[in-house]
């Protein structure tokens, strides 16, 4: 362990740091220099404070006295000045602290001497121990207390239980000293406690980390692992996946691995997904388990699935189409190249939890879960697209035309029948003469008002209601003051006719429309002020603000079409799905899509075949296809040297024996 000081982390980079901006929700902070409540908390968890000198020599002294009548004052000080030490790295005052605790052991047995000392090291009300205290407060000189205190637990016989100590308060439940050093990344100091013998294979439980809303916590999973790799420490991770005591494949409390964790930490930003896709993939690669990505959490959920349960597009994308090369990890491959030819590649996709021949399968999360906004995008996806599209094509289309030959036929025929007079009766009509007609009349009306309503209701809210606002209030003041313009003269009709407000108003709306005139201004008391507000209004209402009306709703109109394809999506999808329930077990048996491929002796996969046309692809990256040794006496480490260094790296294919779905 090196007393190097640990590089210094921006705010950025610590797991918490957005908590700033979020109102304190925990009656006990980790360490925190805001408490709630009545302020009764133990010093042994309150926020530290720097000890004043003259304070700290008063302690000290008093610690020596051993006066009954102090003790309590003195076992109350000794945690104080314990925690003052270790977050502000005071080495000397440390030792001093140590040494004085253990004379004060001498009087115990053995096992009661650990005890004691381990309970002087740790908070009775939250288990915080004064190694968590240490890293809760990084500083230059945090490698060596950490080495001091380690040390004194060895020399006393409780390392173990020190080390690995866990909080035993509800919010942080769980977490251990190794928890905290990854959460800090501090590499060396993790290297450390693991090798002094700290758990790996533990979990923090408490509600801060299974938080019921996001903002009363977070998630990156339970485990020390998990936690590294959802922030990104892939040092750490390398770390743990070595080691032979990690269980990789562990689960917390809702049943999610390691996987999960970094499925449910992805979010939009593309950085953010890309370290988060390069971390799931190190891991499946790293781990001896090659099942991993199979095991499901409580709610019966993959990774796979759960990302698209939560709309994750990017690493969802990423499992659908991962192909691995190298033949150690190739059974991971979701999708294998198996021929290209110039621009043209044919891949082949795994359909296992993809298609509905599987339970729960990744197409129906994304058709009919109604809480994720995206869903057209993942739809988008391959090879979940070409599903649908060859759905539809095989069997879809047909039962749909049917059904809708069906339908017709009998809205026609019901029609006819309804409106066809028998004998000498005519058609029904309203009576308004008693009150079923009349509430019928009601009916209709209030069907037709609610349809219109429905069809135009976002433009009306959008674009018009606030047009129509601004428009009222031009309306109004310039009605207000041409009205005030006008002579007032009571034996002239004519002029009488616009000196009122509502006559004014009148005239400027037909003016707005294109139907009025100018009469107006020539009993006007300053007929070049009224006609200059006159020229006003029209320009800023019939000019700008018509137009912006137009604008407004031309926009208007675009996202609603781009809307409307994406629920005539998701439509169609929902009506393929559907239609395919309604098969019985023969014909969905025959209507099943892919086929049967060996990809290797005991791995055989259902695969649907896609061709894809890659010009860029192609442009940049020529394939080599190695069905030979030697291709005319030349190998493909051969063509790259007749091709020069600058030459992009050739891919090596593999072979994939292709069968029928009946085997």
């Given at each position: 362990m090196t007393s190097e000081a640990p590089n210094l982390v921006e705010p950025k980079d610590f797991i918490f740091s957005s908590l700033v901006s979020i109102n304190p929700v925990f009656t006990k902070p980790m360490d925190s220099h805001v408490t709630e409540g009545d302020g009764k908390h133990e010093e042994m968890d309150s926020p530290c404070s720097p000890v004043d000198e003259s304070v700290r020599f008063l302690l000290e002294e008093n610690s020596r006295e051993n006066e009954p009548s102090n003790a309590n004052h003195e076992i109350h000080n000794h945690e104080i000045l314990l925690l003052s030490a270790v977050s502000d790295g005071d080495k000397e005052l440390l030792t001093r602290l140590l040494k004085n605790i253990k004379d004060r052991s001498s009087s115990f047995s053995k096992s009661g001497a650990q005890d004691y000392l381990l309970n002087k090291l740790t908070a009775k009300d939250t288990g915080k121990t004064c190694l968590m205290?240490?890293?809760?407060?990084?500083?230059?000189?945090?490698?060596?207390?950490?080495?001091?205190?380690?040390?004194?637990?060895?020399?006393?016989?409780?390392?173990?239980?020190?080390?690995?100590?866990?909080?035993?308060?509800?919010?942080?439940?769980?977490?251990?000293?190794?928890?905290?050093a990854i959460e800090r990344r501090q590499f060396e100091i993790v290297k450390y406690l693991i090798a002094k013998g700290a758990k790996i294979n533990v979990r923090?439980?408490?509600?801060?980390?299974?938080?019921?809303?996001?903002?009363?916590?977070?998630?990156?999973?339970?485990?020390?692992?998990?936690?590294?790799?959802?922030?990104?420490?892939?040092?750490?991770?390398?770390?743990?996946?070595?080691?032979?005591?990690?269980?990789?494949?562990?689960?917390?409390?809702?049943?999610?691995?390691?996987?999960?964790?970094?499925?449910?930490a992805s979010e939009g930003s593309e950085a953010h997904n890309t370290?988060?896709?390069?971390?799931?993939?190190?891991?499946?690669?790293?781990?001896?388990?090659?099942?991993?990505?199979?095991?499901?959490?409580?709610?019966?959920?993959?990774?796979?699935?759960?990302?698209?349960?939560?709309?994750?597009?990017?690493?969802?994308?990423?499992?659908?189409?991962?192909?691995?090369?190298?033949?150690?990890?190739?059974?991971?491959?979701?999708?294998?190249?198996?021929?290209?030819?110039?621009?043209?590649?044919?891949?082949?996709?795994?359909?296992?939890?993809?298609?509905?021949?599987?339970?729960?399968?990744?197409?129906?999360?994304?058709?009919?879960?109604?809480?994720?906004?995206?869903?057209?995008?993942l739809l988008a996806l391959e090879p979940l697209q070409t599903l649908l599209r060859m759905k539809w094509q095989t069997f879809a289309r047909i039962?749909?035309?049917?059904?809708?030959?069906?339908?017709?036929?009998?809205?026609?025929?019901?029609?006819?029948?309804?409106?066809?007079?028998?004998?000498?009766?005519?058609?029904?009509?309203?009576?308004?003469?008693?009150?079923?007609?009349?509430?019928?009349?009601?009916?209709?009306?209030?069907?037709?008002i609610w349809a219109t309503y429905l069809i135009?209701?976002?433009?009306?809210?959008?674009?018009?209601?606030?047009?129509?606002?601004?428009?009222?209030?031009?309306?109004?003041?310039?009605?207000?003051?041409?009205?005030?313009?006008?002579?007032?003269?009571?034996?002239?009709?004519?002029?009488?006719?616009?000196?009122?407000?509502?006559?004014?108003?009148?005239?400027?709306?037909?003016?707005?429309?294109?139907?009025?005139?100018?009469?107006?201004?020539?009993?006007?008391?300053?007929?070049?002020?009224?006609?200059?507000?006159?020229?006003?209004?029209?320009?800023?209402?019939?000019?700008?603000?018509?137009?912006?009306?137009?604008?407004?709703?031309?926009?208007?109109?675009?996202?609603?079409?781009?809307?409307?394809?994406?629920?005539?999506?998701?439509?169609?999808?929902?009506?393929?799905?559907?239609?395919e329930k309604c098969l019985p077990t023969c014909l969905r048996n025959k209507f099943k899509l892919g086929n049967i491929c060996n990809i290797s002796e005991k791995d055989r996969r259902l695969c649907l075949r896609i061709n894809e046309v890659k010009w860029t692809e192609w442009h940049n990256q020529v394939t080599c296809l190695n069905d030979e040794p030697k291709l005319n006496g030349t190998s493909c480490s051969d063509l790259r040297d007749i091709a020069g260094p600058d030459h992009p790296k050739q891919m090596s294919q593999i072979t994939i024996q292709v069968y029928s779905a009946d085997g």
């Open positions: 205290k240490a890293l809760l407060n990084i500083n230059s000189n945090t490698p060596e207390i950490v080495r001091i205190l380690i040390s004194f637990s060895e020399n006393n016989g409780f390392w173990d239980q020190f080390i690995n100590a866990e909080y035993t308060e509800e919010n942080y439940k769980g977490q251990t000293a190794l928890h905290i923090a439980s408490g509600l801060f980390f299974n938080p019921v809303d996001k903002n009363n916590g977070f998630y990156f999973g339970e485990t020390p692992l998990a936690l590294a790799a959802c922030t990104n420490q892939p040092e750490i991770v390398e770390l743990l996946m070595n080691d032979n005591q990690t269980n990789v494949s562990m689960q917390d409390s809702f049943g999610n691995t390691v996987l999960h964790a970094l499925v449910t370290f988060i896709i390069n971390m799931y993939d190190k891991i499946i690669r790293k781990c001896k388990n090659k099942s991993l990505e199979d095991i499901r959490n409580k709610n019966g959920l993959s990774p796979m699935q759960l990302a698209a349960t939560t709309g994750k597009l990017e690493i969802l994308k990423y499992i659908l189409n991962r192909e691995i090369k190298d033949k150690e990890n190739r059974i991971l491959s979701k999708r294998f190249t198996d021929w290209a030819y110039g621009p043209i590649s044919s891949y082949l996709y795994d359909l296992h939890d993809v298609d509905t021949s599987s339970e729960n399968s990744v197409l129906e999360i994304i058709v009919y879960n109604t809480d994720i906004n995206n869903r057209h995008e039962m749909f035309s049917v059904s809708f030959l069906f339908t017709f036929t009998y809205n026609l025929a019901f029609t006819l029948l309804y409106y066809q007079p028998h004998g000498d009766k005519t058609p029904k009509a309203l009576n308004f003469s008693g009150t079923t007609g009349i509430f019928e009349l009601f009916g209709q009306v209030f069907i037709m135009v209701q976002k433009v009306i809210w959008n674009d018009v209601l606030k047009f129509l606002l601004v428009y009222v209030l031009f309306l109004c003041g310039f009605g207000v003051a041409l009205a005030s313009l006008i002579e007032h003269c009571p034996d002239d009709a004519d002029c009488r006719r616009y000196n009122t407000f509502g006559r004014a108003i009148m005239e400027l709306f037909k003016l707005t429309i294109g139907l009025g005139d100018l009469e107006m201004q020539q009993d006007s008391k300053y007929p070049g002020l009224f006609l200059l507000l006159l020229i006003t209004y029209v320009i800023l209402t019939f000019v700008l603000l018509l137009n912006m009306l137009i604008v407004l709703m031309g926009q208007t109109v675009d996202d609603i079409s781009k809307d409307s394809e994406n629920i005539w999506r998701l439509q169609r999808a929902r009506t393929i799905l559907e239609y």
